[in-house]
């Protein structure tokens, strides 16, 4: 910081000093104004410069580089493309305007190029030094006061490489995952290999993203509702395989139940006696003097898998005939209705990601209309 001023009691001919016209006096031999900076809140680690220059016509020059630690309101809404608006107001603290009034000693332009100079190769850089003069009252006194406002912008290159596109490539990732087969078994792995990755991603950028208890930045709120989108998707996926797999676990016990009723009800003698009604008794045998069946298929095919009381082994091998009919109808009738539920579980799932990528879509709107709304602002 560059303090110039004059003192009227500071004044010399230099012809009567062998031509001297300037020297250097130590700051606390002369009064020295008061500027202080009202953004302050720590005191920085500046060097110690004790002196001053002072000219033969009173001006006195004092170059003290200073090292500020200000409070500056930060607008984190758009990180890492968000830019900030850091003022410096310079005040004397005791002194109205009567007796000591700032002026700028150098535009604002060239003070904003100085600036620049230091600022290349940072995170941050300098768009504009704007400054304007303006006088505070307080207590029915005027104090003069210049206030710089620093706009600077974030470069955001390091944080769309290191946070937004990993983020963005996972989402991809995810959504192409509902492209697997529903009955590889491989999609719930997948897809939980994916969530343990995000979440690893986000645990490492927590120190990243600025901390406040006001707003939240958009690029949280992205980050989050990613997260719930995964866990979504992943909840879908869970939800159709096991109705996939019910299935089969269903198909299995009625092939089960059927199977003991085949054993269990053949050796029931009277249940026998009562079903078999298309086999000949012994009696109508002897009669016609051979064997005759009714082969109608009127008669109900459960009772001829019973076993007859009868030595005959003519109607044992009817019996078995019958018995594996009744099966591979079984078996038929099972795999056609395990192939309508195979079909309506894909159809379940297709639905599933029908209604994913359209909260997808409806994500990604919104998104973009609250950045259309703050870049217009």
């Given at each position: 910081?560059?303090?110039?001023?004059?003192?009227?009691?500071?004044?010399?001919?230099?012809?009567?000093?062998?031509?001297?016209?300037?020297?250097?006096?130590?700051?606390?031999?002369?009064?020295?104004?008061?500027?202080?900076?009202?953004?302050?809140?720590?005191?920085?680690?500046?060097?110690?410069?004790?002196?001053?220059?002072?000219?033969?016509?009173?001006?006195?020059?004092?170059?003290?580089?200073?090292?500020?630690?200000?409070?500056?309101?930060?607008?984190?809404?758009?990180?890492?493309?968000?830019?900030?608006?850091?003022?410096?107001?310079?005040?004397?603290?005791?002194?109205?305007?009567?007796?000591?009034?700032?002026?700028?000693?150098?535009?604002?332009?060239?003070?904003?190029?100085?600036?620049?100079?230091?600022?290349?190769?940072?995170?941050?850089?300098?768009?504009?030094?704007?400054?304007?003069?303006?006088?505070?009252?307080?207590?029915?006194?005027?104090?003069?006061?210049?206030?710089?406002?620093?706009?600077?912008?974030?470069?955001?290159?390091?944080?769309?490489?290191?946070?937004?596109?990993?983020?963005?490539?996972?989402?991809?990732?995810?959504?192409?995952?509902?492209?697997?087969?529903?009955?590889?078994?491989?999609?719930?792995?997948?897809?939980?290999?994916?969530?343990?990755?995000?979440?690893?991603?986000?645990?490492?950028?927590?120190?990243?993203?600025?901390?406040?208890?006001?707003?939240?930045?958009?690029?949280?709120?992205?980050?989050?509702?990613?997260?719930?989108?995964?866990?979504?998707?992943?909840?879908?996926?869970?939800?159709?395989?096991?109705?996939?797999?019910?299935?089969?676990?269903?198909?299995?016990?009625?092939?089960?139940?059927?199977?003991?009723?085949?054993?269990?009800?053949?050796?029931?003698?009277?249940?026998?006696?009562?079903?078999?009604?298309?086999?000949?008794?012994?009696?109508?045998?002897?009669?016609?003097?051979?064997?005759?069946?009714?082969?109608?298929?009127?008669?109900?095919?459960?009772?001829?898998?019973?076993?007859?009381?009868?030595?005959?082994?003519?109607?044992?091998?009817?019996?078995?005939?019958?018995?594996?009919?009744?099966?591979?109808?079984?078996?038929?009738?099972?795999?056609?209705?395990?192939?309508?539920?195979?079909?309506?579980?894909?159809?379940?799932?297709?639905?599933?990601?029908?209604?994913?990528?359209?909260?997808?879509?409806?994500?990604?709107?919104?998104?973009?209309l609250h950045w259309g709304d703050w870049s217009s602002a």
């Amino acid at each position: 910081m560059f303090q110039i001023w004059n003192d009227e009691f500071l004044v010399w001919d230099p012809e009567e000093f062998d031509g001297i016209t300037e020297i250097s006096l130590s700051s606390d031999a002369i009064w020295v104004p008061d500027i202080i900076i009202s953004e302050f809140v720590d005191v920085g680690k500046s060097p110690v410069i004790p002196y001053v220059y002072v000219n033969c016509t009173g001006t006195v020059k004092n170059y003290k580089p200073i090292q500020v630690v200000s409070a500056c309101h930060l607008e984190i809404y758009a990180f890492p493309f968000d830019k900030q608006n850091c003022t410096l107001t310079f005040r004397s603290w005791l002194h109205s305007v009567n007796e000591v009034d700032l002026a700028l000693w150098r535009p604002a332009e060239e003070i904003a190029n100085d600036t620049r100079e230091f600022m290349n190769d940072g995170e941050w850089e300098l768009l504009s030094v704007p400054s304007h003069y303006w006088i505070l009252n307080i207590e029915d006194r005027d104090y003069a006061q210049i206030q710089f406002n620093v706009l600077i912008r974030r470069r955001p290159l390091l944080y769309v490489v290191s946070l937004l596109i990993p983020s963005i490539f996972l989402m991809v990732v995810d959504v192409t995952s509902f492209y697997l087969p529903l009955t590889s078994g491989t999609r719930i792995t997948f897809k939980t290999s994916i969530l343990l990755g995000y979440t690893v991603i986000r645990v490492n950028m927590m120190d990243e993203i600025p901390a406040t208890a006001i707003k939240t930045p958009l690029i949280g709120t992205f980050f989050a509702v990613c997260m719930a989108l995964q866990v979504l998707s992943l909840a879908m996926s869970i939800f159709a395989v096991k109705l996939l797999y019910y299935s089969d676990k269903e198909f299995k016990e009625m092939s089960i139940s059927a199977s003991l009723l085949d054993k269990y009800v053949s050796t029931d003698k009277s249940c026998t006696e009562s079903a078999f009604t298309s086999v000949k008794t012994l009696d109508d045998v002897k009669q016609s003097g051979g064997y005759e069946f009714d082969l109608s298929p009127e008669p109900d095919l459960f009772s001829l898998t019973e076993v007859s009381n009868s030595d005959f082994p003519l109607e044992k091998i009817l019996q078995e005939v019958m018995s594996l009919r009744l099966y591979l109808q079984e078996e038929d009738n099972e795999g056609s209705s395990q192939s309508y539920w195979v079909e309506l579980c894909l159809k379940v799932d297709k639905l599933l990601f029908s209604l994913y990528l359209l909260l997808v879509f409806v994500f990604v709107m919104t998104l973009l209309l609250h950045w259309g709304d703050w870049s217009s602002a």
